[in-house]
């Protein structure tokens, strides 16, 4: 957090803070990322405007611990972060209570925080970036194929936990997957740093990748969510990214992008509960790893407008957002049914008539 925040936390009045749980072979470095941090570091621009950040290597991951690969599954990850949110609350954590807590995910991450959402319904939000429950399963699998058996990878073959053949290593060559940068607005300063710092993947993580989209497990979904998706995400995005096309530039503010974001919410809303109240919104120009493109501030300021809403930067709003967005929602019980057809997203987009309009038209940000 800020000096300020420190300085006001330690007279009594923290800060909300952001959990920020990272994808698939990445590390804390997506959200804190180390080339020209002022303009891609996450962490950085949520500070500065209030927030603290919970930063973490996932378990399986980077500088955590690795347990056997099977038991690194998605459940696992969701367990330990529910056991951190805890642990902030409680005083554990920087010796100081933080109250209001929000949680953020990108891709696999957002499966962590959705599924996290799911069993325990302990945050005040829930911002999912880079996902929706109709994974392109080509798509991804095309992704996963580019790794190796961590033993025999150059950056990890010595570590003690390599000789477990259900840790993979990603390639290089996994970061110039299209799916991945939006070329025409990524700076190849990125993919390069990108590239080193790249983890890898459990087994235990792919086995249960796609099970909480398609069990009912997110009709339990009853904190307000965000979900911030590329407008070239063809991972997360339906058949050619149609769910995720917007007119919107690269100066447009946060109100004008989730406006982008309408077809994706009305797309992605059936497989949550409506106590969820979902809110969408698209970023222009941007792929998978929609924080790391040059307008990775509009990202951020996305993050930022719906945390100051739905929480405030002192858990402020939290009580009044979730009166308001409850009054919304749909008075109707969600079907707690499997949502068997999820692996198969139609292929042309839903009529105009089943967009939803965003409650930022009556919220005060």
Same mark, same amino acid.
């Given at each position: ?32 990322f180390p080339y020209q941090p002022e303009r891609y570091s996450t962490v950085n621009y949520l500070n500065q405007h209030g927030y603290a950040t919970l930063n973490i290597d996932r378990i399986g991951i980077g500088r ?174 339906? %058949?050619?990214?149609?769910? !995720?096309?917007?007119? #919107? =530039? +690269? ?6 992008? &989730? $406006? ?59 009580? %009044?957002?979730?009166?308001? !967005?409850?009054?919304? #929602? =749909? +008075? ?6 499997? &949502? $068997? ?25």
């Amino acid at each position: 957090m800020s000096r300020d925040a420190l300085a006001e936390s330690r007279r009594g009045n923290p800060p909300a803070v952001l959990v920020l749980v990272h994808g698939l072979s990445y590390g804390t470095w997506y959200w804190d990322f180390p080339y020209q941090p002022e303009r891609y570091s996450t962490v950085n621009y949520l500070n500065q405007h209030g927030y603290a950040t919970l930063n973490i290597d996932r378990i399986g991951i980077g500088r955590s611990g690795h347990p056997l690969s099977a038991l690194a599954t998605v459940p696992a990850q969701a367990a330990v972060v529910h056991q951190l949110i805890q642990k902030l609350k409680d005083g554990t954590i920087a010796g100081i209570r933080f109250p209001h807590t929000g949680l953020v995910g990108h891709s696999l991450g957002s499966i962590i925080t959705y599924t996290e959402t799911a069993l325990y319904n302990d945050t005040e939000v829930n911002i999912g970036t880079g996902y929706s429950t109709r994974l392109n399963l080509l798509t991804a699998g095309s992704f996963a194929a580019l790794a190796t058996p961590a033993a025999l990878s150059p950056v990890t073959s010595m570590q003690p936990w390599a000789i477990d053949p259900g840790y993979l290593q990603a390639l290089p060559a996994g970061r110039e997957v299209p799916q991945l940068y939006y070329q025409p607005n990524t700076d190849p300063g990125v993919v390069q740093k990108d590239k080193e710092l790249a983890n890898g993947a459990s087994v235990g993580e792919w086995l249960t990748f796609f099970e909480g989209a398609y069990d009912g497990t997110y009709k339990h979904i009853k904190v307000p969510t965000f979900v911030i998706n590329g407008e070239f995400d063809t991972l997360a995005c339906g %058949d050619n990214a149609i769910y !995720c096309a917007t007119d #919107a =530039t +690269s100066d447009a503010g946060p109100a004008d992008l &989730e $406006l982008s974001g309408q077809r994706f919410a009305a797309w992605e809303a059936p497989a949550l509960n409506p106590g969820a109240c979902l809110r969408a919104a698209v970023v222009p120009d941007a792929a998978h790893d929609v924080a790391l493109h040059r307008n990775a501030r509009q990202f951020q300021r996305l993050v930022a407008y719906f945390a100051d809403q739905a929480m405030g930067v002192r858990g402020q709003q939290a009580a %009044d957002y979730r009166r308001s !967005c409850v009054s919304t #929602a =749909t +008075s109707e019980t969600a079907s707690m049914l499997p &949502e $068997l057809d999820r692996p198969l997203p139609p292929l042309t987009p839903p009529p105009p008539e089943a967009v939803i309009t965003p409650l930022a038209e009556t919220i005060d940000s």
